[in-house]
């Protein structure tokens, strides 16, 4: 068992840039493979990020890569995400969630355990 609270959210410019924070509690982080989804209102939640139980592997889907960055830091008991250039479609609930895996995988389903979410709104 691990529970999982997102931080860091905010308001920011198109352009602009922030990092989130997902503390866990609990059982070892390093149990788990993580990743980040969010959920934009009338929209589907989506993946945005995941990465490997020992950090080795990462993976984004088209619309973040290459300024989105996920990275874990277990020592702290952190996950972070950090977004660089944001824009106006970006704005979303974004939400950490925990996977007793290996593997980091883009379904939500797959994924045991979740934050409650952090409001990411960016204005253009």
């Given at each position: 068992?691990?529970?999982?609270?997102?931080?860091?959210?905010?308001?920011?410019?198109?352009?602009?840039?922030?990092?989130?924070?997902?503390?866990?509690?609990?059982?070892?982080?390093?149990?788990?493979?993580?990743?980040?989804?969010?959920?934009?209102?009338?929209?589907?939640?989506?993946?945005?990020?995941?990465?490997?139980?020992?950090g080795?592997?990462?993976?984004?889907?088209?619309?973040?890569k290459?300024?989105?960055?996920?990275?874990?830091?277990?020592?702290?008991?952190?996950?972070?995400?950090?977004?660089?250039?944001?824009?106006?479609?970006?704005?979303?609930?974004?939400?950490?969630?925990?996977?007793?895996?290996?593997?980091?995988?883009?379904?939500?389903?797959?994924?045991?355990?979740?934050?409650?979410?952090?409001q990411?709104?960016?204005?253009?």
């Amino acid at each position: 068992q691990v529970q999982l609270e997102e931080s860091g959210g905010g308001l920011v410019q198109a352009g602009g840039s922030l990092t989130l924070s997902c503390g866990a509690s609990g059982r070892t982080l390093g149990n788990y493979a993580m990743a980040w989804f969010r959920q934009a209102p009338g929209l589907e939640r989506e993946v945005v990020a995941a990465i490997s139980r020992d950090g080795a592997g990462t993976n984004y889907p088209d619309s973040v890569k290459g300024r989105f960055t996920i990275s874990r830091d277990d020592a702290k008991s952190t996950v972070y995400l950090q977004m660089n250039v944001l824009k106006p479609e970006d704005t979303a609930v974004y939400y950490c969630a925990a996977k007793e895996s290996l593997y980091g995988t883009f379904r939500s389903r797959d994924y045991d355990y979740w934050g409650q979410g952090t409001q990411v709104t960016v204005s253009s």
